[in-house]
């Protein structure tokens, strides 16, 4: 079983429309919690830390539910310059420092 | 910002060349990291060092190695290439804290 697991979508969202995506992890231990974004051709940039409490950066709302092992990202107002691919990405702390496991990627496709 | 280089950009190498992939980072970081990203893999952890002259083993360090002899730069080393070493490899830093990487552009190298 992979330690990050993702639907690697495409999913397709018509541009203004809301977008949820969830990702599971194996390791119960694990402590830290975050989304990237990559774009096509490029390097993954960080979107922003997830926290306990749920936490939300204009548009963008992230969860966390560690009874259940998912974190979600959820996209309103989808622009056509969110179409990229989502990263959710694991830090299990302890010995494995500042390590950070990352899942395949959900690709999010944003159309007029 | 922080800015992640690496050397090159795309690489074509011939089987059995030794291969040098550079990454320099100007923040300071002491954390660096090699990855490679492939297509249904997702980013997996070759190598990554907390200090200088440091280095521990990721998930898929059979056939690299790597240097740090200056905190800024971090080196990955293909012994011996094979065509199953053709990926896009990416170079990140980091803070000793646990939060974002910054990665860089990456280098598309294929060996032929």
């Known amino acids: 079983r992979k330690e990050v697991e993702q639907d690697p979508g495409p999913f397709n969202v018509p541009e ?5 995506f969830n990702c599971t992890y194996s390791n119960s231990a694990s402590q830290s919690f975050f989304w990237y974004r990559q774009d ?8 922003m830390s997830v926290y306990s409490s749920g936490n939300e950066d204009g548009r ?9 092992q998912y974190i979600s ?5 989808s622009k056509l310059s969110d179409s990229a691919t989502y990263l959710c990405v694991v830090n299990i702390g302890g010995a494995a420092g500042n390590k950070l496991t ?7 496709l944003v159309k007029p | 910002d922080v800015k992640v280089t690496q050397s090159s950009r795309y690489l074509v ?17 002491e954390n660096m990291f090699w990855y490679r990203q492939d297509p249904g893999l997702g980013l997996r952890l070759i190598y990554f060092s907390y200090d200088v002259k440091m280095k521990e083993k990721g998930d ?3 056939g690299y190695s790597v240097s740090r002899e200056k905190k800024e730069r971090f080196s990955l080393i293909l012994e011996s290439a094979s065509t199953n070493q053709t990926s896009m490899y990416l170079c990140a830093s980091s803070p000793p ?3 974002g990487y910054t990665f860089g552009s990456g280098t598309r190298l294929t060996v032929v």
């Open chain 1, 16 to 20: 203004g429309a809301t977008v949820a």
């Open chain 1, 40 to 47: 096509c051709r490029k390097e993954p940039k960080l979107l």
């Open chain 1, 60 to 68: 963008f709302t992230a969860q966390l539910n560690r009874a259940s």
């Open chain 1, 73 to 77: 990202l959820l996209i309103r107002d």
């Open chain 1, 102 to 108: 990352f899942g395949g990627g959900t690709r999010v």
């Open chain 2, 13 to 29: 190498k011939r089987t059995g060349e030794k291969v040098f992939l550079e990454c320099v980072q100007d923040m300071d970081h």
């Open chain 2, 60 to 62: 898929i360090p059979e």
């Open chain 2, 97 to 99: 804290h646990v939060g």
